[in-house]
């Protein structure tokens, strides 16, 4: 004990400390906030790693916080010197300048106390080589619309100049924030699939491969179930990560008892599953805790380049879901041409009047199995080869069976898993809910989103919202879609 509490003492006396904190206050009648403050790196000549980040809470803002996620940030460097010399303001909208904030380098939210990285790797603050600008972004929650409520909170970062190993990286996987997600009302399973596919990784991932040593949940009120799954030709491995009882509420950060290591080619799968008993009307994909996200950010080394590898259904994938073959070309609102049963009806009447009951089969089916776009993003911007595609759901000739054993026996994986991958690389089958594939250090959960840059993949608006979801259809979803003329892609 007493030589654990010396070391302890020792690495505080190494490391040095940042705290990145806000001056913001709630503006009255919104229940939902983003603020974005930018900020310069710490003033360093040479090479540090970042081992440990924590939250800074002010006394009783801990209720309002929903996460806290510092970026990267790349673009004009004078535009991004004079943000840094104010106090933030709300982000993402239209007017600001276009930066990339596109790599997370830390996070926070509900349920954690920080994280502590592992002794082989760290974040990497490189004065020379690295970025010299992040954005915090808070994402404050007033269901009630509290009053005259003002937070001084933020992140506190412990780095050192004794370099470990590794530089770690964080690497999102999951739907791309949007109206296109949908989650249908009344149902105790809805299952949402987010693709990170084998081009993305194929392009970024060495041969040698990354190891994802830790991994971070997301969904909002909804979601039920979250599993990482990973495919390499062909075959599903046992997934990276798996909880069958996940809880909105204690999003905790999970770091996994053996690295899993992924090779480029690999497809990896951010499946949520939800249950929207409680909700009376469908819920879209977005920002705010009354809209739904799925994602799954993975710790991992070496450092890539890929940092955001989403997914999102296809314009046809949706249609195509709740019944609908083509669309009228220049129609304000969007209105249904075909089927004629549903012509002259406009896009918002059919998700109103669509009868889930009967037909959540049927949609479900066409969504897990329709095309799908596929959004790569480095810190530079979309991966350049990949933002024109529209991609199948990959094609798996040996499914992965869950195979529930008694602790002290461990199934054989198949031949082919053999073949495919060293022993180190994939342990054998576990019961997703066992300590093996989820050895959880108590604390943090990320909430990556969506590229943090006005042309990248779609944003999102921290203005306040329709508390009943399905009126965001008028102002986001059809907007959307007029600006296709009513073809599809």
């Not at 933020?154 to 296109?180: C, E, M």
């Not at 049963?341 to 199995?369: H, I, N, P, V």
């Amino acid at each position: 004990m007493r030589l654990n509490s010396q070391l302890k003492e020792l690495n505080a006396r190494l490391t040095e400390r940042l705290s990145i904190t806000l001056q913001v206050r709630l503006p009255k009648g919104q229940d939902t906030l983003l603020w974005c403050r930018v900020v310069r790196m710490p003033n360093i000549d040479h090479k540090h790693h970042v081992v440990k980040y924590e939250p800074v809470i002010q006394p009783g803002s801990h209720d309002y916080l929903h996460h806290m996620t510092l970026y990267e940030c790349r673009g004009d460097q004078a535009q991004l010197e004079s943000a840094a010399k104010t106090s933030g303001s709300v982000c993402y909208q239209p007017n600001q300048p276009s930066f990339q904030c596109n790599t997370i380098a830390a996070i926070w939210s509900l349920g954690s106390e920080g994280f502590n990285y592992p002794p082989e790797a760290g974040y990497a603050l490189d004065p020379h080589a690295g970025p010299r600008y992040y954005m915090l972004e808070t994402h404050y929650m007033n269901p009630q619309m509290d009053a005259f409520i003002s937070d001084s909170s933020g992140l506190r970062l412990h780095y050192t100049d004794k370099l470990r190993t590794h530089d770690a990286g964080i690497l999102s996987v999951g739907i791309d924030p949007n109206w296109r997600h949908i989650i249908p009302p009344g149902q105790s399973e809805v299952v949402s699939e987010g693709h990170c596919i084998s081009d993305c990784t194929g392009h970024t991932i060495p041969n040698s491969g990354i190891n994802i040593f830790a991994v971070i949940m997301h969904t909002h009120q909804l979601g039920r179930k979250v599993r990482l799954r990973q495919i390499r030709s062909g075959e599903e491995l046992p997934p990276i990560a798996s909880d069958t009882n996940y809880d909105p509420s204690y999003q905790e950060y999970r770091k996994l008892q053996k690295p899993v290591r992924v090779y480029p080619g690999d497809h990896l799968v951010a499946e949520c599953t939800y249950s929207s008993k409680s909700r009376q009307a469908i819920t879209l994909g977005g920002l705010t805790t009354r809209e739904e996200t799925c994602l799954v950010s993975t710790l991992y080394y070496p450092r890539i380049e890929l940092s955001l590898c989403y997914s999102l259904p296809s314009l046809p994938t949706v249609l195509q879901s709740l019944g609908i073959q083509k669309l009228m070309q220049g129609s304000s609102p969007v209105k249904i041409q075909e089927p004629q049963k549903l012509s002259g009806m406009t896009l918002e009447e059919r998700l109103l009047s669509y009868d889930w009951e009967t037909s959540f089969q049927s949609f479900q089916e066409a969504t897990r199995s329709g095309t799908f776009k596929p959004l790569c993003w480095t810190n530079k911007g979309a991966l350049p080869g990949t933002d024109s595609l529209e991609v199948h759901y990959p094609r798996i000739l040996r499914p992965y069976e869950e195979v529930n054993l008694p602790c002290s026996k461990k199934p054989l994986r198949n031949k082919l898993s053999m073949l495919l991958s060293e022993d180190e690389d994939i342990g054998a089958p576990v019961d997703p809910d066992s300590d093996e594939t989820n050895a959880v250090e108590r604390g943090q959960l990320v909430r990556s989103k969506v590229s943090r840059s006005s042309d990248g993949p779609t944003g999102g608006s921290s203005s306040d919202r329709s508390s009943v979801p399905f009126l965001l259809i008028s102002s986001a979803v059809l907007v959307a879609i007029v600006g296709h003329h009513g073809t599809f892609r």
